[in-house]
């Protein structure tokens, strides 16, 4: 589990990370969403202890990182700026980690062979594929068998495979009751690997949600609807004080709910020939989020709101 409680990290005059309270929770995949320079990266490395916290607190499984006394056995991370040595091989880097940290080396046989490393770990990591490189950087955070994750951007620039093989690995590790955040600008890829989100924007928490509540909030939902009387129907739609657009032959309803307006259609004898519940996407759902972060900056936030 992790916790933070008015995190907070200002560099000059510029706070990054706004009085930023969340907690991180087992045994599920949580997403870190952010648009650029959110503060995203800041906050995952408060929460490694590799920057200072202005204000507030992180803290993993009730402790500080630096107060945990064997870190790479609760902690596991993969940083956008990873440091591996290029001349060395993926076993030996993976190696000399082991052996630093008093983890056996049949662990170390086990991670590569996880991470679907085998064929290739007695090569030089500098020659590494950027794909291969974030699966070295994965099997040294799972080195240590922690319960908690923590990966920063690790689909960034990866193949479908790849992206694939993270998607269902960070399930797995949540199934097995790990804590797992992940950070990523990808909504469409969070929308099929994360089951809760913490979004933030200029280092304050919009929402902190299940993903699928975050879709169903959208504003954008709508129904699609045809019908041989389209006008007659947009009539009562519009009469009645909602939206009903013109959508390829289609009305596009917003603020009814398609049972409103099977029912509406029926009481007014119109035929319906479709009614198509239409989800926003989490792209969608997510821009409408960050926007209301920008609009609301100078007063109080919806992520105040939602962190209450
Ligand atoms: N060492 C530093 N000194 C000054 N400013 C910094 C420092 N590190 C980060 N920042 C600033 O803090 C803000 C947040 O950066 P951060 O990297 O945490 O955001 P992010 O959400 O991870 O963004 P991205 O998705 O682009 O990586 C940015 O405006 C960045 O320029």
């Not at 995190?7 to 952010?34: A, H, M, W």
């Not at 990591?125 to 951007?153: C, H, K, N, W, Y």
């Not at 939902?221 to 013109?246: H, K, M």
């Not at 119109?270 to 609009?295: G, K, N």
Request: no cysteine.
């Amino acid at each position: 589990m992790i916790q933070a409680q008015s995190l907070t990290k200002t560099y000059g005059q510029k706070t990054v990370v706004d009085r930023l309270n969340f907690t991180v929770r087992p045994g599920i995949v949580t997403g870190f969403l952010g648009p650029n320079g959110a503060g995203k990266s800041t906050t995952m490395r408060m929460i490694l202890g590799l920057d200072r916290p202005t204000g507030g607190l992180v803290t993993v499984n009730g402790k500080l990182y630096a107060d945990l006394p064997a870190p790479l056995h609760e902690v596991g991370a993969l940083l956008e700026a990873r440091s591996v040595h290029t001349g060395r091989s993926a076993y030996h880097h993976l190696l000399a980690l082991a052996k630093t940290h008093g983890i056996t080396t049949s662990r170390v046989q086990q991670v590569i062979d996880l991470v679907g490393l085998s064929d290739v770990a007695r090569k030089r990591a500098g020659a590494f594929s950027l794909g291969m490189g974030q699966r070295l950087g994965i099997a040294s955070a799972l080195l240590g068998d922690p319960g908690t994750l923590i990966l920063d951007e690790p689909v960034n620039g990866l193949d479908p495979d790849g992206i694939l093989w993270i998607r269902n690995l960070l399930k797995n590790l949540a199934a097995e009751g790990r804590t797992v955040l992940v950070s990523s600008h990808l909504m469409s890829e969070m929308a099929q690997t994360a089951d809760h989100l913490i979004v933030i924007g200029k280092g304050k928490l919009i929402a902190d949600l299940p993903i699928a509540e975050l879709i169903a909030s959208s504003s954008r939902a709508s129904v699609l609807v045809r019908t041989p009387r389209t006008s007659d129907l947009q009539r009562l739609i519009t009469t009645a004080g909602y939206t009903a657009a013109d959508h390829e032959g289609r009305l596009q309803v917003t603020g009814l709910t398609a049972q409103q307006i099977g029912d509406l259609a029926l009481a007014n004898h119109i035929a319906l020939h479709e009614l198509t519940p239409q989800q926003a996407s989490l792209e969608e759902a997510f821009m409408a989020l960050t926007s209301e972060s920008v609009e609301y900056h100078g007063g109080t936030t919806l992520g105040e709101k939602s962190a209450a």
